[in-house]
C-alpha cells in the first residue's frame, strides 16, 4: 500500500478526548460485548494472532 506524503490536518487534542468521551458505552454493554467476543475467540481456536505496526515520530518545536 503506498501513503501519500501530503500532511494531512488533524483535530486538536482536546476534539478528540471529547470525541472518544462521546463514544463510550455503559460498563454492562461493554462487559456483554466482550463476552461474545471472547466466545466468537474461542469458538476459532482461542487464539488471536496481530501483526501491528507502529511509527514514532518525534518533534520540536522552535525555540
Known amino acids: ?3 501519500s506524503s501530503r ?3 488533524s ?3 482536546g476534539q ?3 470525541a ?3 463514544n463510550r458505552r455503559p460498563p454492562e454493554l461493554r462487559e456483554r460485548v466482550l463476552a ?3 466466545a466468537a475467540v474461542d469458538g476459532f481456536g ?3 494472532v496481530l501483526d501491528l ?3 514514532l515520530v518525534l518533534a520540536r518545536r522552535p525555540a
Open 53 to 55: 505496526r507502529t511509527t
Open 7 to 9: 500532511p494531512t490536518r
Open 16 to 18: 478528540q478526548r471529547a
Open 46 to 48: 482461542g487464539t488471536v
Open 1 to 3: 500500500m503506498r501513503r
Open 11 to 13: 483535530s486538536s487534542a
Open 36 to 38: 461474545a467476543v471472547g
Open 20 to 22: 472518544v468521551r462521546s
